[in-house]
């Protein structure tokens, strides 16, 4: 059996997913065909790759080898494709991002194009899965996203998913509120409020969320659904309800932000590229320039959450 990228691709989604049957979904193949190739790979090389671990599939010391090179040769074949297709075309001075949250995407496009040397054209989007759909079709050439539990994106042959971090889920609170003076909030104490809530964004939430407060012993009061930040900001404000809100996302006047005790829910913020596309072999570094934006972001809201007069 001759090596082909199919067999190295397939070592990289198990180690991604760490199950074989994830990686099989990502590769469209069943779980059985999958296991043989892994077999059939075992056998061409003459030594386990993974073993099965409490954690999924862990690969064993050749396994990591052989996923370090196998990392290696498919980034350089998807830079060896782009830079072909650039000398086809000549050097393309846009590069086209997608993002679902701003405390990502903003300063990954400040980022980008300092890193890059090249224009970076953002486009925000409320819907993950759109994103997700637009970067598989060449719409974007990287897009910062978000999922949420029970709701993962997941690596694709086609497609790149990188984590940059996981967020925790706060909630927004009018300052007199009485739970405004605890330091967090369990979310059990928010069962007898009204809620302000954005309306579903088809990958996840608010479903998430409210299957979290059924699991803490309540279905919460819905009143208002809003598509609009802004909007349920001034209801915050105004005691007429709370919100579920990034832990990001700063105190200021009116409004407080008080983490949820034991974080019964988070979003997890994920890089997604094209795996042939122009910036898969720069993926490692956009993946430290996007937790750097991110970090940055976090700084710059708490920094301003404690300037004299808020």
């Not at 077999?39 to 790759?49: F, V």
């Not at 196998?70 to 072909?84: C, P, Q, S, Y």
């Not at 042939?276 to 720069?282: N, S, V």
């Amino acid at each position: 059996m001759e090596l082909e990228l199919r067999h190295l691709r397939t070592v990289c989604a198990i180690a991604e997913t760490g199950s074989l049957t994830k990686a099989a979904a990502s590769m469209r193949m069943s779980q059985p065909a999958l296991t043989a190739r892994l077999k059939r790979l075992e056998a061409e090389i003459g030594a386990p790759l993974f073993v099965r671990g409490a954690r999924g599939m862990i690969p064993t010391p050749v396994g990591d080898y052989v996923l370090l090179r196998a990392r290696g040769i498919l980034h350089g074949v998807a830079e060896l494709r782009g830079g072909v297709a650039r000398q086809g075309r000549g050097p393309a001075p846009v590069i086209a991002l997608g993002g679902a949250a701003s405390s990502v995407s903003l300063g990954l496009a400040d980022r980008l194009t300092a890193h890059l040397g090249a224009e970076v054209r953002l486009t925000m989007a409320d819907s993950p899965l759109l994103l997700r759909d637009l970067v598989a079709a060449g719409r974007f050439d990287l897009v910062a996203t978000v999922d949420y539990p029970g709701y993962e994106l997941h690596p694709t042959p086609e497609l790149h998913c990188v984590t940059i971090t996981r967020e925790p889920v706060a909630v927004a609170l009018a300052a007199g509120d009485p739970l405004a003076r605890h330091g967090s909030v369990a979310l059990a104490d928010l069962a007898d409020r009204d809620w302000a809530m954005t309306p579903s964004d088809g990958a996840g939430w608010p479903e998430c969320f409210l299957a979290a407060c059924e699991q803490h012993g309540f279905r919460p009061r819905v009143r208002y659904t809003v598509p609009g930040s802004d909007t349920i900001r001034e209801l915050v404000a105004a005691g007429r309800a709370v919100s579920a809100c990034q832990i990001a996302c700063y105190s200021d006047g009116p409004v407080v932000v008080r983490p949820l005790i034991g974080e019964p829910v988070s979003m997890r913020h994920l890089l997604i590229c094209p795996r042939e596309g122009r910036l898969a072999g720069e993926l490692p570094t956009l993946a430290r320039l996007a937790r750097a934006s991110y970090r940055s972001y976090v700084h710059d809201r708490h920094t301003r959450a404690n300037q004299p007069g808020r």
